[in-house]
């Protein structure tokens, strides 16, 4: 399997051009979707809904090859966070209207990503491999 630093760009200048400019197009679509969330009644939400992807598109616009450093993002700390944020918004978007009675499926997708936090967390305990590249502050938290 070739690692990203091996991996050879075959895209044209031109082509290399025009995904560039739309990525600085999708970047200010997502940005100004993020803008007119003000109104909403959960806009927080939605307005950083819209801002990541509107971030990362400009970092894609400015530097195409920065989604090419990473071969496993759980292996870095970013990543780790990043998954732990969308899984707050995910289990805060399941929150709502919690009062109302609760279908199958909303108790499905619940039930799973109780269990899944756990289960990975334990997989990443107990795999002494994964845990070599941890930083030192990540070794000593359990």
């Known amino acids: 399997m070739n690692e990203p630093s091996e991996v050879k760009c075959t895209k ?3 082509s290399l051009i025009i995904w560039r400019v739309c990525n600085v197009f999708m970047s200010l679509f997502f940005a100004l979707a993020s803008y007119v969330q003000i109104n909403d009644p959960d806009a927080v939400l939605w307005m950083v809904a819209y801002a990541i992807p509107a971030n990362l598109c400009l970092l894609i616009a400015i530097k195409p090859h920065v ?3 990473i071969t496993n993002i ?3 700390e970013e990543g780790r966070e990043f998954s ?5 918004l995910v289990w805060l978007l399941l ?5 109302c009675s609760i279908g199958a499926l909303r108790l499905s997708v619940a039930v799973a990503i109780t269990i899944f936090p756990f289960v990975a967390w334990l997989y ?3 795999n002494k491999e994964l845990r070599t590249s941890w930083p030192p502050h990540c070794k000593t938290a359990l």
Do not use: K, P
Not at 84 to 88: K, N
């Open 84 to 88: 732990g944020l969308m899984l707050i």
């Open 95 to 99: 929150c709502q209207h919690s009062g």
């Open 124 to 126: 990443y305990y107990i």
């Open 74 to 76: 759980f292996q870095q």
């Open 12 to 14: 044209t200048n031109f």
């Open 67 to 69: 989604t090419e450093r």
